[in-house]
Every structure is written in structure tokens, then in C-alpha cells.
């Protein structure tokens, strides 16, 4: 086939976003689920109880929960904090309650958006979308917490063997720095791996 022929290299479609519904009236349950599938999402689990969430959610690992506050078992402002300390997935909570209490007891567990029921269809996606984009924020920020916290914990293991050397081998500062740089660089290893052993090392 001549190249002008040739149909054009597309890339492939992005997987659909997965989410675990969990909402104990099965009408609502449904119009949901049906609602998220036009949308093109895939429900990919669903509970009415709220005890059953956080196993689904661990083994499922979707993108998004939505969650009902109010559930038998556990209500979903209690899932959607245990969801948030393990760094799950986006949290979408739903409720028939409107009070500022509750709005702040939900912010509180992790929620990243919430609807208040009765909500009309042209209102989910957005507050997916909403709950979705904050949930990428906090992943790049706690990633980003965790290499500044590595950091400092290796700096201070390097400052650590840097005083072991100075005592041990009456070396100067610097002379001790140089140390610990040359023998990573020769063992293709991080210095603060090579301060670690130093630190293990008997006097």
C-alpha cells in the first residue's frame, strides 16, 4: 500500500478511569454505576456496605472512590480517612447533607470533592475530574516530601561518618568528605550507603 494510503500511527486510547462505588440505596447504586459507564468510566467494584470499601479499594486499586457518608458499617467519611492514610486513590464523597461540620469533617478524612444529593448528572464528572487532579497533587507532593526527607536523613548520616573519620583517623574535615566521596565514586555506590557502612564499622 502506497505511504499516502498507509492509515495514520494513532496512539491508543488511554485506559478508562476505574472506580469502586460504594452507595447502600441500590436505585442510586445504579443510576450511578449506568451514569459513570456513559461517561466512560469503568466501575470496577460496588458495595452498599461501607465496612466492605477499604478491602475492595486495596485489592481493586482504582483511580477514584465514590462513597455515601451515610452506610451501614463503616460511613464513608471514616473510610475516606483510613483511604487517605494509605494513599489509595481519589476520594469522592456523597452526601444529603449540606452542614459546613460535615463539609470540614470530610476535608478532614481526605475527601477531595464531594456532591450533595440530590445533584444533577452534569455536576459528577466535574467533581471526578476535581477529586482525581488533587489526589495527582498530593502523590507529587508527599513524593516530594519523602526525597527531601531522604536528603536531610542522608546528610546527617554523611555528617555522622564524616565525625567517625575525624576521630578514628584524626582526619580533617574536608579530608574526611574527600573520603567518603572517593570510595563511592570508585564503588559506583551513593555516599550516604558508604557513610552507613562506616558508621557500622568497629572503632
Known amino acids: ?23 447502600d440505596e441500590a436505585i442510586i447504586r445504579l443510576d450511578l454505576r449506568e451514569t459513570l459507564e456513559e461517561e466512560g468510566y469503568a466501575v470496577v467494584g460496588e458495595t452498599s456496605r461501607g465496612d466492605q470499601v477499604l478491602d ?13 457518608v451515610k452506610m451501614p458499617g463503616t460511613d464513608g467519611i471514616t473510610v475516606a480517612g483510613r483511604i487517605r492514610d494509605e494513599r489509595l486513590c481519589a ?3 456523597l452526601t444529603a447533607f449540606s452542614q459546613r461540620d460535615l463539609i470540614a ?19 459528577l464528572v466535574p467533581a471526578i475530574e476535581v477529586a482525581l487532579a488533587r489526589f495527582q497533587e498530593l502523590v507529587a ?3 516530594r516530601l519523602e526525597r527531601t526527607e531522604a536528603r536531610l536523613e542522608a546528610r546527617k548520616t ?12 584524626s582526619m580533617s574535615e574536608s579530608d574526611a568528605y574527600r573520603h567518603i566521596q572517593r570510595r563511592a ?10 557513610a552507613a557502612e562506616i558508621m557500622q564499622m568497629r572503632q
Do not use: C
Open 1 to 23: 500500500m502506497p505511504d499516502s494510503l498507509q492509515a495514520p500511527h494513532l496512539p491508543p486510547p488511554p485506559d478508562p478511569v476505574r472506580i469502586v462505588l460504594a452507595e
Open 56 to 68: 475492595m479499594v486495596r485489592e481493586l486499586r482504582p483511580d477514584a472512590a465514590i462513597l455515601d
Open 91 to 93: 476520594v469522592l464523597l
Open 105 to 123: 469533617r470530610a476535608a478532614g478524612a481526605g475527601a477531595l470533592a464531594y456532591l450533595v444529593k440530590p445533584f444533577e448528572r452534569a455536576e
Open 141 to 143: 507532593l508527599n513524593h
Open 158 to 169: 554523611i555528617d555522622r561518618a564524616k565525625g567517625r573519620l575525624m576521630d578514628v583517623h
Open 185 to 194: 565514586m570508585s564503588e559506583r555506590t551513593s555516599m550516604a550507603k558508604v
